[in-house]
């Protein structure tokens, strides 16, 4: 983050998250990521938002790394190994009779 007084590149001395109370229309919830900064160049120190995060039923989405995050779900998406063997469960519960 900038330094608003001289535009110093500060990093955050501290980071903490804010989660919203209520889901939003799509039932995800809100995390907001917070810093505190102090400019070591004019001593300056402020708190600023730093990133939005929205967690709900497809799990964590990163408002700013949408893109890479779905870059690595496809590529765990292997197939896997082994053979599938389907089974019908019509054979199995056949010779029962309740
Ligand atoms: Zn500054």
Same mark, same amino acid.
């Given at each position: 983050? &900038? +330094? /608003?007084? $001289? !535009?110093?590149?500060?990093?955050?001395?501290?980071?903490?998250?804010? #989660?919203? @109370?209520?889901?939003?229309?799509?039932?995800?919830?809100?995390?907001?990521?917070?810093?505190?900064? &102090? +400019? /070591?160049? $004019? !001593?300056?120190?402020?708190?600023?938002?730093?990133?939005?995060?929205? #967690?709900? @039923?497809?799990?964590?989405?990163?408002?700013?790394?949408?893109?890479?995050?779905?870059?690595?779900? &496809?590529?765990?998406?292997?197939?896997?190994?082994?053979?599938?063997?389907?089974?019908?469960?019509?054979?199995?519960?056949?010779?029962?009779?309740?």
């Amino acid at each position: 983050m &900038k +330094c /608003p007084r $001289c !535009g110093t590149e500060v990093q955050p001395q501290k980071t903490w998250q804010l #989660v919203a @109370p209520l889901p939003d229309a799509d039932g995800r919830v809100t995390i907001i990521v917070m810093g505190s900064f &102090k +400019c /070591p160049n $004019c !001593g300056y120190s402020w708190r600023q938002k730093i990133s939005t995060i929205k #967690v709900g @039923p497809e799990g964590e989405v990163d408002l700013n790394a949408t893109k890479k995050r779905k870059r690595k779900k &496809k590529e765990k998406e292997k197939k896997p190994a082994g053979k599938i063997i389907e089974v019908d469960l019509s054979d199995i519960y056949e010779d029962e009779e309740l």
